[in-house]
């Protein structure tokens, strides 16, 4: 099983509508992230968390907004969807110690908002 | 100050070439600088990374080159094989604040 697992994996859905993204994790990693991926502009943090009670904007994270449910447990919602929105989403896990420690991805989900 | 530009945005090597993918900063606190690897449908992966205390790191065929006056990092793959062929990412964080700033990616094409 994957370490960090990402539901759904692909989702088409209307403009307006709410939307949840999912991320659990198995590695008992106190820290999750959220990013988007677009082309040509990498990887863009949206909110990150360091613990079920801290919550963290990132560089985009107007329209978002997150839910830490447990330690293993971080969701992502998008209120009212645009198509600007439409982009893939990965989230990702970390391990508490110095800078070196490596961020683990989920495959992404892929999301279109028409 | 936080931008990391990375090029080029899409490189096409032959089979056993050399592949090299430059990366550049201006924040001068980045003090760690990992490349990730992405194939399609998946997740990055983290591949080599570096700190400014030293100028190369070697690990198999990838190995970073860094020019901490330039302000310059790249990635060199040796005898680069159809299955390097992937996207690439440069990131660089600073101190205790460990978030990474990214750089656009580069897609990688071997050709057998």
């Known amino acids: 099983d994957a370490d960090v697992t990402q539901t759904p994996r692909n989702r088409i859905t209307k403009t307006g509508k709410r939307i949840m993204l999912e991320c659990s994790q198995t590695?008992?990693?106190?820290?999750m992230y959220w990013y988007r991926q677009d082309p040509g502009l990498g990887l863009r943090l949206i909110y990150y968390?360091?613990?079920?009670?801290?919550?963290n904007k990132g560089e985009i994270s107007d329209g978002y907004s997150v839910s830490r449910q447990a330690q293993a447990k971080f969701s992502l919602s998008l209120e009212s969807a645009i198509p600007n929105q439409t982009a893939l989403y990965f989230c990702?896990?970390?391990?508490?110690?110095?800078?070196?420690?490596?961020?683990?991805f989920g495959d992404g989900t892929r999301l279109s908002i028409l | 100050q936080q931008q990391v530009k990375q090029s080029p945005q899409s490189l096409i090597v032959q089979k056993g070439g050399i592949s090299i993918i430059n990366c550049a900063y201006e924040?001068?606190?980045?003090?760690?600088f990992p490349w990730y690897q992405q194939f399609p449908g998946k997740g990055p992966a983290l591949l080599i990374a570096?700190?400014?205390d030293v100028s190369e790191k070697k690990e198999g065929r990838f190995t970073i080159s860094f020019n901490k006056s330039a302000k310059q990092f790249s990635l060199h793959i040796m005898d680069s094989q159809p299955g390097d062929s992937a996207t690439y990412f440069c990131?660089?964080?600073?101190?205790?604040?460990?978030?990474?700033?990214w750089g656009a990616g580069t897609k990688l094409i071997i050709k057998p």
């Open positions: 990702a896990t970390r391990g508490k110690g110095p800078g070196n420690q490596p961020q683990h």
């Open positions: 590695k008992g990693h106190d820290r």
């Open positions: 968390s360091f613990d079920v009670k801290d919550i």
């Open positions: 924040n001068t606190a980045f003090d760690y």
């Open positions: 570096i700190r400014p």
């Open positions: 990131a660089a964080s600073e101190g205790s604040n460990y978030q990474l700033i």
